[in-house]
């Protein structure tokens, strides 16, 4: 069976639909940056997600080529994941989102390196002949946070931040977005098969004690 890191880390990737405090350790991502409008056909956002898919089944596939990965096992692709911000707007402002300043990413396992992920980048260049020099190896430590499994549209998200926002304040914490501690959304299901309604995302906010 590949590790699936959904199923090994249910407390970071599959919460129970309640509200929680987690203390997220430093983890490595491919990540692409960006700005605009996510919804947009065949955007910046939109590519930014075949970039990173690029280079991820690159690293996933290498078993079967010449670049052993020391400690490599196989695994499921970890799912799509991101940091979202807007300047000058404490918080999220959905009304407008083509102000919406992003980093897309998806979790690298522990045993690649950044000189593996230098070779998968040189590697999926050549083999798709696709630019991916806006791809990058991103270490982030999100540390203590907030976080609940929203279900419905992403428009609806802002009442689940709200319920977040309260449930931290009467644990004794306060919100922590800084410009190095973001708005984090985790994508548990496939926009394009799922109905709005149904579709399943981790939010997550950084907090600190008040």
């Not at 690029?54 to 695994?75: C, R, V, W």
């Not at 991101?82 to 919406?100: L, R």
């Not at 040189?122 to 990058?136: G, N, W």
């Not at 931290?168 to 190095?180: A, N």
């Amino acid at each position: 069976m590949a590790f699936d890191f959904k199923k090994e880390y249910k407390e970071f990737y599959m919460p129970k639909n309640k509200l929680s405090i987690v203390t997220v350790p430093s983890m490595n991502y491919i990540a692409v940056r960006g700005q605009g409008d996510p919804n947009i056909e065949d955007g910046e956002y939109k590519q930014s997600i075949g970039l990173l898919y690029g280079i991820a089944f690159t690293i996933k596939m290498s078993k079967k080529g010449d670049h052993l990965i020391e400690g490599y096992f196989d695994y499921v692709v970890p799912p799509l994941e991101g940091f979202w911000w807007q300047d000058g707007v404490d918080g999220i402002d959905y009304a407008h989102k083509e102000n919406f300043k992003w980093i897309s990413v998806i979790r690298l396992p522990d045993f690649v390196t950044k000189a593996d992920f230098d070779w998968a980048v040189e590697e999926a260049t050549r083999k798709k002949k696709t630019d991916f020099s806006r791809v990058e190896y991103l270490t982030y430590d999100e540390g203590l946070c907030v976080q609940c499994m929203h279900i419905g549209s992403y428009d609806d998200e802002p009442a689940t931040v709200v319920l977040m926002h309260e449930y931290m304040e009467s644990q004794g914490y306060i919100l922590d977005i800084t410009d190095k501690r973001l708005h984090h959304e985790i994508y548990l299901s496939d926009a394009r098969k799922v109905v709005p309604e149904k579709l399943k995302t981790v939010i997550r906010h950084p907090i600190r004690k008040a």
